[in-house]
């Protein structure tokens, strides 16, 4: 009996579980549209809704900007990095943000992606499932500065795997 091929509903992809955490309505009504073959088990505007909710997830796909004028002391940024993977989940973090120091410390916090909410819907699918193997995902221009850090002794978040 053959595999089945990675974009089948029946591939271990569709085994993965995915929750989304991003205070933009439309976001959270889409994404799982956009990407019918991974599984998302829940969507919350608030890291603060998803940890109550404790979904069984495989990844958190986290967007870093959680404050709005409906939710104004919402943890975000490193602090729901932080909040996440001390919950025991895997994150991605999945937003507009641009800046390589602050993606940089995203991937310092813990999180084990940093996703362009700019990249194409087969980008942003191959990025999620990367970060499920547990694969470092970020921009380049993030990965070397990090690998600068890491040869200056400023930060650990690359095992040697991850530097190859």
């Given at each position: 009996?053959?595999?089945?091929?990675?974009?089948?509903?029946?591939?271990?992809?569709?085994?993965?579980?995915?929750?989304?955490?991003?205070?933009?309505?439309?976001?959270?009504?889409?994404?799982?549209?956009?990407?019918?073959?991974?599984?998302?088990?829940?969507s919350h505007p608030s890291l603060e809704a998803f940890l109550a909710a404790a979904?069984?997830?495989?990844?958190?796909?986290?967007?870093?900007?959680?404050?709005?004028?409906?939710?104004?002391?919402a943890a975000q940024g490193v602090a729901a990095i932080h909040a996440a993977v001390d919950a025991g989940y895997r994150v991605c973090v999945y937003?507009?943000?641009?800046?390589?120091?602050?993606?940089?410390?995203?991937?310092?916090?813990?999180?084990?992606?940093?996703?362009?909410?700019?990249?194409?819907?087969?980008?942003?699918?191959?990025?999620?499932?990367?970060?499920?193997?547990?694969?470092?995902?970020?921009?380049?221009?993030?990965?070397?500065?990090?690998?600068?850090?890491?040869?200056?002794?400023?930060?650990?978040?690359?095992?040697?795997?991850?530097?190859?």
């Open positions: 009996m053959s595999e089945p091929s990675p974009d089948s509903p029946d591939s271990p992809d569709s085994e993965i579980r995915f929750s989304l955490v991003d205070d933009a309505t439309a976001v959270r009504e889409s994404l799982a549209v956009l990407l019918p073959d991974l599984t998302f088990v829940s979904p069984r997830a495989d990844v958190v796909i986290l967007d870093l900007h959680l404050v709005n004028l409906r939710q104004p002391d937003t507009q943000e641009e800046r390589r120091f602050v993606l940089a410390s995203c991937l310092a916090a813990g999180a084990t992606g940093v996703v362009s909410k700019s990249s194409t819907l087969a980008e942003t699918r191959t990025a999620f499932l990367a970060v499920s193997r547990g694969e470092l995902v970020a921009p380049p221009s993030v990965t070397g500065l990090i690998e600068a850090l890491v040869r200056r002794g400023r930060v650990t978040v690359l095992n040697k795997r991850q530097r190859e």
